[in-house]
């Protein structure tokens, strides 16, 4: 007899064959037969989870929040949290984007699909509200470790990082030959640390 | 006898016509029927112009991406380069993100759009390569004019306008109550600035 966690472990995996097949397909190819293939179960398999595509949409979107949440989440206790932030920024902004800019096509996909989907944009507003409350902990739990300049707004500096960690996300995908290297990271975070990293905007950083 | 320039105004008029009916309805449901109805054509003039909503997406996208230049054109000669620049900014992150999201939203379902289809990825990347180079033509006259700090690396620079500039439509369209303000222009613009802008991390400014 399965175990009562195997529905919630194969639902989860449904919404990542759905992510993976809008990445490779588009959102109008991402069936659910797509999906089903994309797995390797029957198109009833996806169907016991989800009873339409704008349902396995939503999981979909959670599933890929919940990725990008978790990288701040395994943050090492020893590490101050610039250490950390500038990371998981790295991870975001320059990995995704230039080895797997296709985490950020699905977003726009996603983002495109909201636009004429109320449910969607509600789970996508609800996951960017909870980013940036996470971003904002962070602010906060560094200022307390003492790498995060005290005089920094927390609330305000979460949602400018917010507004351009997509910005670039966004940038690797539509002008993928815009220069954009550890230097933005610097850029974003530079007014956040409580060390003074002096010349940013200098061509000698960029 | 209609003049020969007639026929560029038409077309720009269809183009504008597509914009406002992705902006209405999102872009499966601006058919060229849609769009002819929202321009009061019938769908022959569209057709005249464009063979397919291809091309009909791809004209939209240069009539966006032309009234977006058109704002860092149309500067004051007895304006220095940053107050100019600042009051572009101002137009495309905070009126066009707050009273005029549709712009962004149109945006959105180009970037989609794009990932499914070449030609318009092309226009996409055009576009944005152009924005770029334009808004580091605007840094180095700003560096002329002395406005803007002569140690700014302007090609960097532009790609970091650029991507942040996209960050924040996108965040005006997904995610509504993030607070988004003139002190993220003053943030993005700081660096920039010949001037020294002291303190843009702190609570006073937000």
């Known amino acids: 007899m399965p175990a009562p966690t195997d529905h919630t472990v194969r639902r989860m995996e449904v919404a990542r064959a759905a992510v993976h097949s809008i990445a490779r397909t588009g959102l109008e190819g991402a069936t659910l037969r797509e999906v089903a293939d994309e797995g390797g179960w029957s198109v009833g398999v996806v169907q016991y989870y989800f009873r339409n595509k704008s349902e396995l949409l939503i999981a979909a979107v959670d599933f890929l929040a919940d990725q990008t949440s978790e990288l701040m989440s395994n943050r090492p206790e020893a590490e101050n949290v610039m250490v950390s932030l500038r990371k998981v920024l790295n991870q975001i902004i320059l990995e995704r984007g230039r080895h797997g800019a296709n985490y950020w096509k699905v977003w726009i996909c996603f983002w495109a699909q909201a636009t004429n989907d109320h449910l969607l944009a509600k789970a996508v507003e ?19 470790d003492g790498s995060v300049s005290p005089d920094v707004d927390a609330v305000s500096y979460a949602a400018y990082l917010a507004a351009a960690i997509e910005g670039f996300g966004i940038t690797s995908v539509v002008d993928p030959e815009c220069p954009l290297g550890s230097d933005m990271i610097d850029r974003i975070t530079a007014r956040l640390s409580s060390d003074d990293l002096s010349g940013l905007g200098s061509a000698s950083r960029s």
């Open 126 to 144: 609800d996951h960017a509200r909870l980013w940036r409350q996470r971003l904002t902990t962070v602010i906060e739990e560094g200022q307390r």
